[in-house]
């Protein structure tokens, strides 16, 4: 059972575009919510993360938008650069169930100059 | 220069062999994860440790085992029994499970089957 689903697969943007990548989740317990980018051939690295008390974060050109009625969170990439492109994941945790990451199935964004 | 490593990069596993990864930190983290990723896939949990001489299974552990004798490595072995191991292999670390939910990932292993 896929407890995080992720939404488009990939997507292509051109560049000074908004990449829009949707996540829901079904476990109301989920406490945590971080978005990892991830390059070829490389691990995943934080991006940005938010709590359920808090609607929306930004950092930079990346903005987490929080829907905790409708159990859905998004990731917003203002102005996408060409070094953006890369494979996106969504993630949820639960802080008291050992923080053990449930990931999505990962977005592939390719910016194009 | 602190960090997680990950050794070897590419990995091959012959028919009934069992293999070791390596995970290493020096961050100082008492939790660590054990991350599967299929291509085009998201990452799965196969163990976690939350302190030493410590792990817990966690979605897919059936064909690993782990052992975590020392706070700062936390070695995978892919055993005969896992019969699809083929897969980009994550490690990734966090200060510890009450304090810190952002976890650190090392550059990862490629194991493949010859």
């Known amino acids: 059972q896929q407890q995080v689903k992720q939404s488009p697969q990939s997507l292509i943007v051109q560049k000074g575009g908004i990449s829009i990548i949707n996540c829901a989740y079904e476990n109301t317990a989920f406490d945590y919510f971080p978005w990892y980018q991830q390059f070829p051939g490389k691990g995943p690295a934080l991006l940005i993360a938010?709590?359920?008390?808090?609607s929306e974060k930004k950092e930079g050109r990346f903005t987490i938008s929080f829907n905790k009625s409708a159990k859905q969170f998004s990731l917003h990439i203002m102005d996408s650069q060409p070094g953006d492109s890369a494979t996106y994941f969504c993630?949820?945790?639960?802080?008291?169930?050992?923080?053990?990451?449930?990931f999505g199935g990962g977005t592939r964004v390719l910016v194009k100059p | 220069d602190g960090g997680i490593t990950q050794s070897p990069k590419y990995l091959f596993r012959k028919e009934g062999q069992n293999v070791t990864l390596s995970c290493e930190q020096n961050l100082n983290h008492d939790a660590m994860y054990w991350y599967r990723q299929d291509p085009g896939q998201g990452l799965r949990l196969i163990y976690y440790?939350?302190?030493?001489?410590?792990?817990q299974k966690g979605d897919i552990a059936e064909g690993y085992s782990v052992s975590r004798e020392k706070k700062e490595s936390f070695p995978l072995t892919v055993t005969s029994a896992q019969k699809n191991p083929t897969a980009f292999y994550l490690c990734a670390s966090s200060i510890d499970i009450d304090r810190g939910e952002t976890q650190y990932f090392g550059p990862g292993t490629r194991l493949l089957v010859l």
């Open positions: 938010i709590r359920p008390d808090v």
């Open positions: 993630a949820a945790s639960i802080r008291a169930a050992g923080n053990k990451l449930t």
């Open positions: 440790s939350q302190i030493v001489n410590d792990f």
